[in-house]
């Protein structure tokens, strides 16, 4: 088996995050609230899937990509994983900047994308794509140092999970689910506090075009979930007392065609 070409592995980086973005953040600004009056009462009635339905769609957005494109990038789909399981020395540091970069523009590109549905029916962007927040902008009105502990601690457990699920004795074939599930009760404890970022990538793909101070607390997003991302990385090996750094999450390949090749032209082998 080889490590994938890194073209094909920043493709489906920008893939993934993209139907992260799309589906998560869509669904909390399409269907998180949804009111429709019934023919026999004027009444207003909300069909939407409200807090838990919008952590499931994240969460089975991540489940979804990871089964279908995970054997090519790893399925990472967020900086703060990325940078979380660099740390855990599963995965090459000089690959870091190029799997970023490919998960915030896929990222932008949803985010743009659900910036126009808005638009098509003569909304208002502004303060209505699912930015994440502290104090005004957060649901629950929690304070900045609330927030950046949430989003550290939920992260930090996030990257627990992934580097957990997908060592070599962990069970073949679940750790997409692990994951998603995950992600899922991250939700469940974060939307309220800050609209759950856990991703840099999420948080920079509506606050480019949500306005409202989005980018300017962005930098929190960035900042507490990769914080999250590093106590994971640096202390799963201490916690368990297992070293699994032998173990790279970065994708693999039976085709030699869409190998990754080194400075011989060999391809290279995932390890």
């Known amino acids: 088996m080889y490590t994938p070409k890194l073209r094909s592995r920043l493709a489906v980086e920008a893939l993934g995050t993209f139907w992260l973005v799309f589906i998560g953040c869509g669904s909390a600004i ?4 949804f009111l429709v009056a019934a023919l026999s009462d ?5 069909y939407g899937i ?4 919008v952590a499931i769609a994240f969460g089975l957005s991540v489940t979804t990509m990871a089964y279908a494109v995970g054997h090519v990038s790893g399925a990472h789909f967020n900086p703060a994983v990325t940078i979380g399981i660099a740390v855990a020395r599963r995965f090459d540091w000089k690959d870091v900047p190029g799997y970023v970069g490919a998960q915030v523009v896929g990222g932008l590109l949803a985010g743009g994308a659900l910036a126009g549905l808005v638009k ?8 209505n794509l699912a930015a994440n927040g502290y104090g005004e902008h957060s649901p629950g009105g929690f304070g900045l140092g609330a927030v950046l502990v949430v989003e550290a601690l939920v992260t930090a457990f996030f990257v627990y999970i992934i ?5 070599d004795d962990a069970p073949k074939g679940f750790a ?3 994951i998603g599930f995950g992600l899922m009760l991250a939700h469940l404890v974060a939307i309220p506090v800050s609209n759950a970022s856990i991703n840099p ?3 920079t793909a509506v606050a480019f075009f949500n306005g409202n101070d989005a980018g300017l607390q962005l930098w929190a997003f960035w900042v507490a979930p990769i914080v999250g991302g590093l106590i994971a990385g640096v202390t799963f090996a201490w916690i368990t007392g297992e070293d699994r750094s032998d173990m790279d999450i970065e994708g693999s390949t039976d085709d030699v065609d869409n190998a990754a090749r080194d400075a011989a032209g060999n391809p290279v082998l995932d390890s």
């Open 30 to 33: 399409f269907n998180g609230k």
């Open 42 to 46: 004027s009444s207003p009635v909300n």
């Open 50 to 53: 409200g807090h838990l339905g």
């Open 120 to 127: 098509s029916r003569g909304l208002p962007v502004t303060g």
């Open 163 to 167: 580097l957990g699920s997908t060592k």
């Open 176 to 178: 997409p689910l692990a």
């Open 201 to 203: 990538a999420r948080s």
